[in-house]
């Protein structure tokens, strides 16, 4: 079992920023992958940034060049820092872990924070 807590959402201007913290119950080095998700309104749940076991960070074409994923080990804990923010950045944001089970994968999710862009 793997427990995320999600912190960080909330209301922002076109343009600002954000960061978000998912602190996990189990030690990062025990999970393959962990990242964030996203789900806006009427659309189907997408990958913002994840982190692979061997420091493989992958993002979105959406938001390449804007987030940046990174990972305290220390606190288990793992942060997307969201800049230039736009109306469609709009969704809840979960975070997500992947545990390896043999020859499967067992994910986990938060709870999900709300960021909503808007002036």
């Known amino acids: 079992q793997v427990q995320l807590v999600e912190t960080g959402g909330g209301l922002v201007q076109p343009g600002g920023s954000l960061r978000l913290s998912c602190a996990s119950s189990r030690s990062i080095f025990t999970i393959y992958a962990m990242g964030w998700y996203r789900q806006a309104p009427g659309k189907q749940r997408e990958l913002v940034a994840v982190?692979?076991?061997?420091?493989?960070?992958n993002y979105a074409d959406a938001v390449k060049g804007r987030f940046t994923l990174s990972i305290d080990s220390s606190k288990n804990t793992v942060h997307v820092q969201m800049n230039k923010l736009q109306p469609e950045d709009t969704a809840v944001y979960y975070c997500n872990a992947k545990v390896v089970r043999g020859a499967s994968t067992e994910d986990y999710w938060g709870r999900g924070t709300q960021v909503t862009v808007s002036s």
């Open positions: 982190a692979t076991s061997g420091s493989n960070i």
